[in-house]
């Protein structure tokens, strides 16, 4: 499976921004995003199930970011919205074989990343 993600930017704050990931194969498995901002380590941010029925979010995004998905174009969407300069961080996403994690090592396959800049 390749990932091809996409849709990051410069937003201010309070702004919103939708990332798509794209992917080559298909598969029943879970999408999951995470991020990584300079210095630290990289987070969950959200997953979504295969069937779309199950998503899962970090506290620091519950409620202002939704997962979703459209299988009939292979792609996977994070809509971020009410953004802070807290979510600044190369965004990644990642395909999980036997469902919605939250860890890092759960997920097998990665896109290359999407910068997100948030200004204040």
């Known amino acids: 499976v390749q990932l091809q993600a996409s849709g990051g930017g410069l937003v201010q704050a309070g702004g919103s921004l939708r990332l798509s990931c794209a992917a080559s194969?298909?598969?029943?498995?879970?999408m999951g995003w995470f991020r990584q901002a300079p210095g630290k380590e990289r987070e969950f941010v959200a997953a979504?199930?295969?069937?779309?029925?199950?998503?899962l979010y970090s506290d620091s995004v519950k409620g202002r970011f939704t997962a979703s998905r459209d299988d009939t174009k292979n792609t996977k969407y994070l809509q971020m919205n009410n953004l802070i300069p807290e979510d600044t961080a190369v965004y990644y996403c990642?395909?999980?074989?036997?469902?919605?994690?939250?860890?890092?090592?759960?997920?097998?396959?990665w896109g290359q990343g999407t910068q997100v800049t948030v200004s204040s």
């Open positions: 194969g298909r598969g029943t498995y879970a």
């Open positions: 979504i199930s295969w069937s779309g029925g199950s998503t």
């Open positions: 990642a395909v999980a074989p036997r469902g919605v994690g939250v860890y890092v090592w759960q997920y097998e396959y």
